[in-house]
T-cell receptor, first 113, second 112 residues
Framework: DARVTQTPRDKVTEMGQEVTMRCQPILGHNTVFWYRQTMMQGLELLAYFRNRAPLDDSGMPKDRFSAEMPDATLATLKIQPSEPRDSAVYFC???????????FGPGTRLTVL | GEDVEQSLFLSVREGDSSVINCTYTDSSSTYLYWYKQEPGAGLQLLTYIFSNMDMKQDQRLTVLLNKKDKHLSLRIADTQTGDSAIYFCAESSMDSSYKLIFGSGTRLLVRP
């Protein structure tokens, strides 16, 4: 049963600390998305990779956020330094480029104190 | 830019049909989606429709697309308490590199 996996599932950290979230896309998928979900803003697209290359990261605060795909089986989203306003659920999703189906992982719930 | 709008809340009685509505602005939309999110969980892809279709049926789910009015709906027949969740409408297009643009979600409450 192929699915997107994310680690950690929950993360509590203090302001100023570095946070790294990881995502394993479904094997064979060549597009990866990072979304952030908050009550106020809903689902926001942070970054989008195609064939491991960043295609769109316009939704991501560049001063503290960075996203990478070191290889086809791993995507990372890093926040350094973290701030309380970064508290949210971060979702990863994967799919094929022009394919209809995009599948989401279970999310990482981040709390920054 | 692209925009997707949904009503915030819908309450129905168990056994009734639910209809969740969505409007979008991108006239070049290729795919339109319905995702379901239960509390504390990720987004589950329920169904999607190609923009050149006007209807798709999958068991209790019926999707209707009015491309002229840019209106999408999801009908859930015989709604069950397990259908209580937030339902997100989303669209993607080749023009926007197939990224998903989401609505704000409709919270469906099914009353026993």
């Amino acid at each position: 049963d192929a699915r997107v996996t994310q680690t950690p599932r929950d993360k509590v950290t203090e302001m100023g600390q570095e946070v790294t979230m990881r995502c394993q896309p479904i094997l064979g998928h060549n597009t990866v998305f990072w979304y952030r979900q908050t009550m106020m803003q809903g689902l926001e697209l942070l970054a989008y990779f195609r064939n491991r290359a960043p295609l769109d990261d316009s939704g991501m605060p560049k001063d503290r956020f960075s996203a990478e795909m070191p290889d086809a089986t791993l995507a990372t989203l890093k926040i350094q330094p973290s701030e309380p306003r970064d508290s949210a659920v971060y979702f990863c999703a994967s799919g094929l480029v022009a394919g209809a189906e995009k599948f989401f992982g279970p999310g990482t719930r981040l709390t920054v104190l | 830019g692209e925009d997707v709008e949904q009503s915030l809340f819908l309450s129905v009685r168990e056994g009734d049909s639910s209809v969740i509505n969505c409007t979008y602005t991108d006239s070049s939309s290729t795919y339109l989606y319905w995702y379901k999110q239960e509390p504390g969980a990720g987004l589950q892809l329920l169904t999607y429709i190609f923009s050149n279709m006007d209807m798709k049926q999958d068991q209790r789910l019926t999707v209707l697309l009015n491309k002229k009015d840019k209106h999408l709906s999801l009908r859930i027949a015989d709604t069950q308490t397990g259908d209580s969740a937030i339902y997100f409408c989303a669209e993607s297009s080749m023009d926007s590199s197939y990224k998903l643009i989401f609505g704000s979600g409709t919270r469906l409450l099914v009353r026993p």
